[in-house]
């Protein structure tokens, strides 16, 4: 069987879709693969494990937030986590994936990703913070996949998750490291959940998140 073939058996293991949604997923996969020769999507190293490495891994943070109807993906990149997301969400009344991408040859990406599959897909080729600062409305999820330091995740989406949208931060085998730096700067509600695709990673879920005066502030 080719390895990606074998890849996508075991990712449908790990997560439970819909006939129509893995009709979507296979043809953003096909897209993905193709753009993939001219622009780096994703590393080469992972392509063998797509299915694994980035669908089920994305797929995955559904169920830490089954309510949640619109979702904001920050530095969404290749469409990971939000186009699988919103693969899985299509045809749900009120389901949206706000994607937000500053490289314009990945947004392009994503713009096809969203015309091939039909979801609920709304790409934004715009730096993080000038999105969340010009986003209207409430968010009911936010996450961000291999963007950047959860401190620097959390500084980026608090009026999202003050304003109540549950954070999904996916993170790897350093997440300690992070938690501890991050708790330096914010006050946070947070559960650790294992990740299903890689024993050694977590995802953080973020349920409230306050701003913490740090002392040199207070002795000032």
Same mark, same amino acid.
């Given at each position: 069987m080719d390895p990606l073939e074998a890849d996508r058996a075991r990712a449908l293991g790990l997560i439970n879709v819909s006939r129509e949604t893995l009709d979507?997923?296979?043809?953003?996969?096909?897209?993905?693969?193709k753009w993939q020769a001219t622009t780096n999507l994703v590393g080469k190293?992972?392509?063998?494990?797509?299915?694994?490495? #980035?669908? !089920?891994?994305? @797929?995955?943070?559904?169920?830490?937030?089954?309510?949640?109807?619109?979702?904001?993906?920050?530095?969404?990149g290749a469409g990971f986590p939000g186009i699988p997301i919103a693969c899985a969400l299509a045809g749900m009344p009120g389901a949206g994936v706000q994607l937000v991408e500053s490289n314009a040859r990945k947004a392009a990406f994503l713009r096809e990703?969203?015309?091939i599959t039909g979801a609920p897909v709304t790409v934004h080729a715009t730096r993080i913070d000038k999105f969340v600062d010009g986003f209207e409305g409430a968010a009911d999820a936010v996450t961000a996949r291999a963007v950047t330091s959860l401190k620097d995740l959390l500084d980026e989406c608090f009026i999202l998750v003050? #304003?109540? !949208?549950v954070? @999904?931060?996916p993170k790897g085998q350093y997440i300690a490291v992070e938690l501890t730096e991050a708790s330096k700067y914010w006050n946070m509600a947070y559960d650790l959940v294992p990740s299903r695709t890689d024993p050694e990673a977590r995802i953080v879920v973020v349920r409230s998140l306050a701003p913490r005066k740090l002392a040199h502030h207070a002795e000032a």
């Open positions: 979507r997923l296979d043809r953003f996969v096909a897209l993905l693969l190293s992972t392509l063998e494990t797509l299915w694994t490495r #980035h669908i !089920a891994d994305s @797929l995955q943070l559904i169920d830490l937030a089954p309510q949640a109807r619109i979702w904001v993906d920050l530095g969404s990703a969203a015309r003050h #304003h109540g !949208a954070g @999904l931060f």
